[in-house]
């Protein structure tokens, strides 16, 4: 059977790249086989010939050019970023809301010493809470890309 | 591992001397990395001047996220990662769409090509051998001469995973890493890129004896 069928693309590609290795019966497939022979060489010459292709390089210049632009000698600063403030606002609001209502004295301070609903202040802090997350998740940050001087 | 990296000063303390401030360890990460980013950029933005820009913004961004970095990967796989996702980013913003081989249109129609020149010179290679089948041929010198142009017809993200993993020699699960796709994925562009790749030469070459 295997004789009718010729070794599949995938298992070529694999072992001319050295990943894996034919069982006997594509082994002797293999050595009987015209095409899968080509197709095998041909793989391994594309693999060879892609190692010896030019490769891009950034030039000299440019590492230069960045270089010039770091802040020199300065310790770099840890600075939180936006997904870090997303976080840290659901945590305070998931510890928050719960200490709130199951809380009794400060249902009954917010309610009956100070008149205010309790409801309506949980919904205030949510609603607050949601849209000040809401704006940060919406003004992702964006690549500044060409903002710097061409060369 | 390219020889540049097996002697470099691990990650760890070449991270902890940026953050001291001391420029020289980043050119060293920069110097590192350079080829990598340079894969990246080149291979998924066509405009020459917008890849200097771009590689400008990548290492500047590696920079102030430098005291992020918690070590998970290694430091070339996240700068590997903050490189595409900054050109990704890129052509989202410029509303660059991909639509086919290789090739980016805005929505003006204006195709954004550039040969990039002064980033990669083209490779020629000698010799064209006459064997009498065209298959045959391609276990010859001939492969050489048309595997740039084999590599062009694919789509850039195909692209750029057929030069880390052959020319950079990058395993599948740095590769992941840094496309942030699952393994699975990433080998599967890989096998329909190779077998595209063949069939074009294997196409060019019949063309040619016509």
Request: net charge neutral; charged share 25%; proline share 4%.
């Amino acid at each position: 059977m295997i004789e009718e069928m010729h070794i599949p693309d995938q298992q070529l590609q694999e072992w001319a790249n050295g990943q894996t290795g034919f069982d006997v019966d594509q082994k002797e497939h293999l050595s009987n086989c015209e095409y899968c022979q080509q197709q095998l060489a041909i793989y391994k010459n594309m693999y060879s010939s892609l190692k010896k292709m030019e490769q891009p390089v950034i030039p000299g210049a440019l590492l230069q050019k960045i270089i010039r632009q770091l802040p020199s000698g300065e310790p770099v600063k840890v600075r939180l970023h936006r997904n870090d403030l997303v976080i840290i606002g659901l945590m305070i609001i998931m510890v928050l809301i719960p200490i709130l209502y199951f809380n009794n004295s400060i249902k009954e301070y917010l309610s009956v010493a100070r008149g205010i609903s309790f409801q309506m202040c949980i919904i205030t802090i949510l609603g607050a809470a949601v849209f000040y997350l809401c704006t940060l998740l919406i003004d992702q940050p964006k690549t500044s890309a060409g903002k710097h001087q061409k060369m | 591992m390219s020889r540049l990296q097996e002697h470099l000063p691990p990650d760890h303390e070449l991270v902890a001397r940026v953050l001291q401030g001391e420029q020289q360890a980043f050119e060293i990460i920069m110097r590192a990395s350079a080829g990598l980013v340079a894969h990246v950029v080149y291979r998924l933005i066509s405009k020459v001047e917008d890849r200097e820009d771009l590689t400008q913004d990548i290492y500047l961004k590696v920079y102030r996220q430098l005291p992020r970095f918690e070590f998970r990967s290694r430091l070339n796989t996240w700068i590997g990662r903050i490189a595409y996702t900054t050109c990704l980013n890129y052509l989202k913003k410029k509303k660059l769409l991909l639509i086919g081989a290789g090739t980016y249109e805005d929505g003006n129609g204006d195709g954004a090509g550039d040969d990039g020149a002064s980033w990669l010179a083209k490779n020629y290679f000698e010799g064209m051998g006459n064997s009498e089948n065209p298959e045959k041929r391609l276990l010859g010198k001939e492969i050489e001469f048309y595997i740039n142009d084999s590599l062009e017809q694919l789509q850039p993200l195909q692209q750029l995973l057929i030069v880390l993993h052959h020319q950079q020699e990058m395993g599948i699960q740095e590769i992941a890493g840094i496309v942030e796709m699952p393994e699975g994925t990433v080998k599967s562009h890989l096998f329909r890129a190779r077998k595209s790749m063949k069939s074009f030469l294997v196409k060019k070459l019949k063309k040619d004896e016509l």
